[in-house]
């Protein structure tokens, strides 16, 4: 496995190279040592400490998939009235203030919109991005380019690159779950495939050892298990000592182990009906709600990125109705999750971010009703970011009157993945990866850190 840049921690040999180095045979190391601390150290997988300072060693993304609409959520534009139903240059039909209220929350004052009641009491955990920008209006490659840093090319994802970058702090779990979600927004690309996020059937009333398939066999005991296990490692480790390195038998073998552990270690953190009755209440009711939940149950026991779906904000039509409804399944969930994590210690080391893709514009397509919706907007939106080192009860950036183009401190999308690395302890520009004769890296040849979002 090619070793990360000079000012990065290498990551750990492979077994074939450990055994070359150290002059020891197999008959020597036990087939099972990967379940002991000394051995796990070995695993590319094992926990590593990041290259610079940092409070964040874990993410919850809660990707807003179909683009929500930054002027109806958290960019209030009081100006925009004075231009009701009124036509403007560069945009089709009339322009369209928010028909939400926006108040003024907490100790910090930021503007949030009514229909985040839940929200609107932890604002002062909240930092607010409200210049973000890209140049992909379109939802399969603006998705993309959120969770990949690319909108085309087959990149890996952004909790691939942390898995990659820092490993995990639980063996018995995957470093990297997906609560839904498309498998593009996941993928490991070039990065070996046990950097890719482990896809779960995770919802509220699925049976616990269904979450993830096959997880348990229906035909061998833990014993019998075990035991093929250690056989198919043996021959697995035998084969790797005639080849330079096999890439793809090594993460074979580490998910063939992974996937043994799981079998009580998952079944463990994905029973949301063993949190106390009082916590399940906080949280709400919902799918969203029992993923949120699970999510802390997850980070809680060291997984390193938890990517929750999210979707449902794609309101072309029937805005004011429709957006009641998506904003409502997050509102209570995620500020149960901040208030949640926060009184278990665990907000200042856990970086909870939402947003979508792009946003939407000032105007609607035809007269203003009760049907009118927003089209699709890349120039200028929003996301929000709690925990995790970030300056709480800030806001950062802004659009215009309009809320139609950045006007201060504009921050590109890969300014943003570049800012999220730089709170897990990583300069953007150094945690790459060679493949195909160059070095990759999750911003490209793009990316400035924000350092007025870190506090």
């Not at 997906?178 to 495939?193: H, K, M, T, V």
């Not at 029973?271 to 209440?281: T, V």
């Not at 950045?406 to 999308?413: C, G, S």
């Amino acid at each position: 496995m090619p070793p990360l840049c000079s000012h990065q921690l290498p990551l750990p040999t492979t077994r074939r190279g450990f055994l070359q180095r150290t002059g020891m045979s197999l008959g020597t190391l036990a087939l099972g040592a990967l379940f002991t601390d000394n051995a796990s150290a070995q695993s590319p997988l094992a926990p590593r400490k990041p290259p610079l300072p940092c409070k964040a060693k874990h993410v919850i993304h809660i990707f807003a998939g179909g683009a929500p609409s930054h002027l109806d959520t958290f960019d209030y534009k009081p100006t925009l009235e004075k231009f009701r139903d009124q036509t403007a240059a560069g945009f089709s039909g009339v322009l369209w203030p928010s028909p939400f209220q926006f108040q003024r929350c907490g100790k910090s004052g930021l503007e949030i919109s009514e229909l985040f009641p839940h929200l609107q009491k932890v604002a002062d955990e909240l930092c607010i991005v409200r210049s973000l920008h890209s140049e992909i209006p379109a939802h399969g490659p603006g998705a993309k380019f959120m969770n990949t840093g690319s909108a085309v090319l087959t990149r890996p994802s952004l909790g691939s690159w942390l898995l990659y970058g820092l490993g995990t702090e639980n063996q018995n779990l995957p470093g990297f779950v997906a609560l839904g979600g498309a498998p593009e927004l996941r993928q490991s690309a070039f990065l070996p495939s046990l950097y890719q996020g482990a896809k779960t059937e995770f919802k509220a009333n699925t049976p616990v050892d269904k979450v993830l398939s096959n997880l348990r066999s229906e035909f061998s005991s833990l014993d019998q298990q075990r035991a093929q296990l250690d056989l198919v490692r043996g021959l697995n480790e035998r084969h790797m000592k005639s080849v330079q390195r096999d890439e793809q038998l090594e993460a074979r073998i580490e998910s063939f182990e992974l996937a043994f552990q799981m079998q009580t270690a998952a079944t463990d953190a994905f029973d949301i009906a063993k949190e106390p009755k009082a916590i399940r209440e906080a949280y709400g009711k919902g799918e969203l709600a029992a993923k949120l939940l699970c999510a802390r149950r997850l980070v809680e026991r060291g997984v390193r990125f938890v990517q929750v779906e999210a979707g449902g904000w794609d309101h072309h039509s029937n805005l004011v109705a429709s957006i009641g409804k998506t904003s409502q399944a997050v509102d209570q969930p995620a500020a149960a999750l901040i208030a949640d994590l926060k009184q278990k210690g665990l907000l200042d080391e856990t970086l909870v971010i939402w947003g979508g893709e792009f946003g939407r514009p000032p105007n609607t397509a035809g007269r203003i009703n009760d049907s009118s919706g927003r089209d699709h907007w890349s120039k200028v939106y929003c996301c929000w970011m709690a925990g995790g080192g970030v300056k709480a009860g800030t806001s950062y950036g802004e659009s215009d009157e309009l809320g139609a183009e950045p006007a201060k401190d504009p921050v590109h999308l890969h300014d943003l993945h570049a800012t999220i690395l730089r709170l897990l302890g990583f300069d953007h520009t150094h945690l790459t990866y060679r493949y195909n004769g160059r070095d990759f890296r999750l911003t490209d040849n793009y990316g400035q850190i924000v350092s007025g979002i870190i506090a």
